[in-house]
C-alpha cells in the first residue's frame, strides 16, 4: 500500500464519535420515561410506613399522632357527607383567584421598576418595606376594609402572591443584557412593544421562577385568609379540626395542602417549559 493510499483511506474514514462520560444525564436512569417518577414515590412511600410503624408500636397516643387509617377513614367520611369536596373546591378557588390577581400585578409593577429609573427611585423604598409586613398583620386591617367575606380573603392570598413575582420580575429586567435591548430598538421597537418582544422573553425563566414562588407563598396565605371568618376550605378545616381535637382531621388537611400544592406546582410546571420552548 503506498503512502498515498493510505492517505486517501484515513480522509475518507469517519473519526471515531466522542465517548459519552459516565455523567452524562442521557445515560442516566432517571432519563428513562416514568423512572423519575417512581424514584420520586419512594420517600412518601417509605414516610407512612414509618409513620404506621410508630402508631402500631404505641408511641404516640391517638390524640397526638393518629394512624393512617384513622386519617384516610376521616377523610373517607367527609368526602360521603359532601363536605371535603367543598373545602378543597373553596380552598382552590380562592388560590387562583390570589394568585392570578397578585402575579399580574407583581407582573406589571416589578416590569414598571425594573424598566423605569423614576419608578424605582420612587416606588422601590416603599415596596420593600411593605414586603417585610407579616401575613397576619394584614388581617385586621382587610377586616376593618373589606369584611369577612371573600374579598378580604382574595385580597391576602393576593398580597402573598405579589412580591415573589414582583421581586424576581424586577431583578431580572434590571440585568436584561443592553446590547439585546439595543438590537431591539434598532428594530424600530420601543416602549410596550420592547417590553413584550425582546425583554420579557428574555427574562422568561425568571419569571415563572418568581410564579411558582408565588404559587406556593398562596398556598401558605390560604390559611392564614380563611382565619378570616370562614366556614369553609382546608384552612378552616384545619384550624376547625383543632379546636376540636379531632387531629386525623387535622392531619388530613396538611396532607392534602401539601399534595394539592405539588399538584399546581406541576402544572405550572408544564406551562413553564412550554413557555420557554415558546419565547425564550
Not at 406589571?108 to 420593600?128: E, I, M, Q, Y
Not at 401575613?135 to 402573598?160: H, M, N, R
Amino acid at each position: 500500500m503506498t503512502a498515498s493510499t493510505a492517505a486517501e483511506r484515513t480522509e475518507q474514514t469517519p473519526p471515531p464519535a466522542p465517548a459519552r462520560p459516565s455523567g452524562d444525564p442521557a445515560r442516566s436512569p432517571l432519563s428513562r420515561p416514568g423512572t423519575r417518577a417512581v424514584v420520586a414515590l419512594v420517600v412518601p412511600v417509605l414516610l407512612v410506613v414509618l409513620w404506621w410503624a410508630v402508631t402500631a408500636a404505641g408511641l404516640f397516643s391517638p390524640v397526638q399522632l393518629p394512624s393512617p387509617l384513622s386519617v384516610l377513614e376521616a377523610g373517607t367520611d367527609l368526602a360521603a357527607r359532601g363536605e371535603l369536596g367543598h373545602h378543597i373546591a373553596i380552598s382552590a378557588q380562592r388560590v387562583l383567584l390570589g394568585f392570578l390577581s397578585g402575579g399580574l400585578l407583581g407582573l406589571a409593577v416589578g416590569s414598571l421598576l425594573g424598566l423605569s429609573r423614576w419608578a424605582d427611585a420612587l416606588l422601590a423604598p416603599v415596596v420593600g418595606a411593605l414586603r417585610a409586613v407579616p401575613s397576619l398583620a394584614w388581617v385586621p386591617l382587610l377586616i376593618l376594609w373589606l369584611k369577612i367575606g371573600e374579598e378580604s380573603k382574595i385580597t391576602l392570598i393576593a398580597i402573598g402572591a405579589f412580591f415573589p413575582v414582583f421581586t424576581t420580575v424586577y431583578y431580572a429586567l434590571r440585568h436584561v443584557d443592553p446590547h439585546l435591548v439595543e438590537a431591539g430598538r434598532a428594530f424600530g421597537y420601543h416602549g410596550l412593544r420592547l417590553l413584550r418582544t425582546v425583554q420579557l422573553p428574555a427574562v422568561i425563566p425568571a419569571v415563572f421562577s418568581g410564579l411558582r414562588l408565588a404559587l406556593a407563598q398562596a398556598w401558605l396565605f390560604l390559611v392564614a385568609a380563611e382565619l378570616i371568618a370562614s366556614s369553609m376550605g382546608l384552612g378552616f378545616l384545619l384550624t376547625d379540626s383543632q379546636n376540636n381535637g379531632r387531629t386525623d382531621r387535622l392531619i388530613l388537611a396538611i396532607i392534602l395542602l401539601a399534595v394539592i400544592g405539588k399538584l399546581s406546582d406541576a402544572l405550572l410546571g408544564l406551562v413553564e417549559r412550554w413557555a420557554v420552548r415558546r419565547w425564550a
